[in-house]
C-alpha cells in the first residue's frame, strides 16, 4: 500500500526541514555532476566556443594542473577525414595532396581572439621546419572570407587556408572550439590535436611525432 500524506502540520514542517538539511537529491547531485563535467572537458582557457552563427563565446575554465591544455592523442593507424575546401586564393585546399608530408591544420577565425597571437607562432613554426617537408594548412570556420583575407595579410599567413562553407569540415573532424589544432602523420593519419592556443612547447611537442613518421 501506497503510504497516505501526513496531515498533521506540526509532522509536515518536520519532514521539510529534514529535506532541506540532508541537501539535494541524489538525481540532482548527478546532474550538477554532469553539467561541471561537460564545462571542465570542453572549455579549456583559450578558446572559443563553437556557435551556429559566426560569433564567439570566451571562456574560463580551468587547464590542466601544469597549466597547460593537454593534447588528444589518437590510435595508431586513424585516418584523417578527407578535408577539401575552396581557397581564399586560387586552387583548392586538399589535405590529400600532401600526402608523403607532415602537416598541421589549424582551424581559426577573424573574430576568435585566441587565434590572433597563433598567426606568429604559425608562421616561425613554418620557416623553422621547412626543410622538414611540414605543411600548414588553415581552415576559416563561420567567418566572411574577404575579413580573413584582409587578416591574413595583417598577420602574415603564407599558407593556404580553405573555406569551411557549411561547417562539414568541422562535423568531420568534430571540433568543440577555436582555434583548435590537427597534426597528421605523412601517411595521413591522425596524430594528436590541441583545443585553445598553442604554444611554442606544445607546438613542438607535437610535430615529434609526425615530422619522424
Known amino acids: 500500500m501506497a503510504p497516505t500524506a501526513p496531515r498533521d502540520p506540526a509532522e509536515l514542517d518536520t519532514r521539510r526541514r529534514r529535506t532541506a538539511r540532508h541537501g539535494p537529491t541524489r538525481a540532482e547531485r548527478r546532474l550538477l555532476l554532469v553539467v561541471l563535467l561537460v564545462l571542465a572537458v570542453a572549455a579549456p582557457v583559450g578558446t572559443w566556443l563553437l556557435r551556429d552563427r559566426g560569433e564567439g563565446a570566451s571562456t574560463g575554465a580551468a587547464p590542466s594542473a601544469d597549466g597547460a591544455i593537454r593534447p588528444r ?23 590529400a595532396g600532401y600526402r608523403g608530408r607532415p602537416v598541421l591544420v589549424n582551424f581559426w577565425a577573424t573574430w576568435c581572439a585566441p587565434c590572433v597571437p597563433e598567426f606568429p607562432l604559425l608562421h616561425r613554426t613554418l620557416a623553422e621546419h621547412r626543410a622538414d617537408g611540414l605543411v600548414v594548412l588553415g ?36 571540433l568543440v572550439g577555436l582555434p583548435e589544432s590537427v597534426f597528421v602523420r605523412r601517411d595521413g593519419t591522425l596524430s594528436s590535436r590541441v583545443l585553445g592556443e598553442l604554444t611554442p612547447a606544445q607546438v613542438q611537442a607535437q610535430l615529434g611525432p609526425i615530422l619522424r613518421g
Do not use: C, Q
Not at 592523442?73 to 589535405?95: E, H, I, K, M, Q
Open 73 to 95: 592523442t589518437y590510435p595508431a593507424g586513424t585516418a584523417a577525414p578527407p578535408l577539401r575546401l575552396p581557397p581564399l586564393g586560387g586552387g583548392t585546399v586538399d589535405l
Open 139 to 174: 581552415v576559416l570556420v563561420n567567418d566572411s572570407p574577404d575579413k580573413a583575407r584582409a587578416f591574413v595579410r595583417e598577420h602574415g599567413g603564407t599558407w593556404p587556408v580553405g573555406i569551411d562553407r557549411g561547417g562539414r569540415a568541422v562535423a568531420a573532424y568534430k
